[in-house]
T-cell receptor, first 111, second 113 residues
Framework: GQQVMQIPQYQHVQEGEDFTTYCNSSTTLSNIQWYKQRPGGHPVFLIQLVKSGEVKKQKRLTFQFGEAKKNSSLHITATQTTDVGTYFCAGQRSSASKIIFGSGTRLSIRP | DGGITQSPKYLFRKEGQNVTLSCEQNLNHDAMYWYRQDPGQGLRLIYYSQIVNDFQKGDIAEGYSVSREKKESFPLTVTSAQKNPTAFYLC????????????FGPGTRLLVL
């Protein structure tokens, strides 16, 4: 079945350093979504990527969708303590199939 | 993430008891989902529903049951058959069928003693 793998599982960075999490699918995706879950909270939708090679930015966050539509990345520039949480990718094989969530990357930050 | 409520926030039950978790949404979304999250883990799909009176099993449906009698409501029952029910349960909804942007409720933490 379809799998969505996410790495790394954990990352601990110094405040101000950059952070990247990677998402890889075993099958071609029609779209990929990214969510953020703060400690003790619930996942909140960040963005959706649909086009091959698409790049979207939200302030310090940059999201990319691979040319083959099988991988994606989230890059945070100059992390801040407010970035702490777990970042999940979620892929969809077709518009008719359900979303498959990656296992998440937990980001912690040293002030 | 507004418009979806889950109650209660924390729930304690004795082993062997069934327990029902509430999920209500006023977003007029067609689809609703239940996920289970264990500490430090990702989201695992329990059940989902795309229309009223219809639902499908997810990846870990054993020991759980659901109903969808109203568009706004999708309660989850954790039965005594679920061997390890202690977890964080998240309900979500989306506009169309499976795969659209999902809006999550605040979750219910279930502790079975």
């Amino acid at each position: 079945g379809q799998q969505v793998m996410q790495i790394p599982q954990y990352q601990h960075v110094q405040e101000g350093e950059d952070f990247t999490t990677y998402c890889n699918s075993s099958t071609t995706l029609s779209n990929i979504q990214w969510y953020k879950q703060r400690p003790g909270g619930h996942p909140v939708f960040l963005i959706q990527l649909v086009k091959s090679g698409e790049v979207k930015k939200q302030k310090r966050l940059t999201f990319q969708f691979g040319e083959a539509k099988k991988n994606s990345s989230l890059h945070i520039t100059a992390t801040q303590t407010t970035d702490v949480g777990t970042y999940f990718c979620a892929g969809q094989r077709s518009s008719a199939s359900k979303i498959i969530f990656g296992s998440g990357t937990r980001l912690s930050i040293r002030p | 993430d507004g418009g979806i409520t889950q109650s209660p926030k924390y729930l304690f039950r004795k082993e062997g008891q069934n327990v029902t978790l509430s999920c209500e949404q006023n977003l007029n979304h067609d689809a609703m989902y239940w996920y289970r999250q264990d500490p430090g883990q990702g989201l695992r799909l329990i059940y989902y529903s795309q229309i009223v009176n219809d639902f499908q099993k997810g990846d870990i449906a054993e020991g759980y049951s659901v109903s969808r009698e109203k568009k706004e409501s999708f309660p989850l029952t954790v039965t005594s058959a679920q061997k390890n029910p202690t977890a964080f349960y998240l309900c979500a909804s989306s506009i169309l069928g499976a795969g659209e942007t999902q809006y999550f409720g605040p979750g219910t933490r279930l502790l079975v003693l």
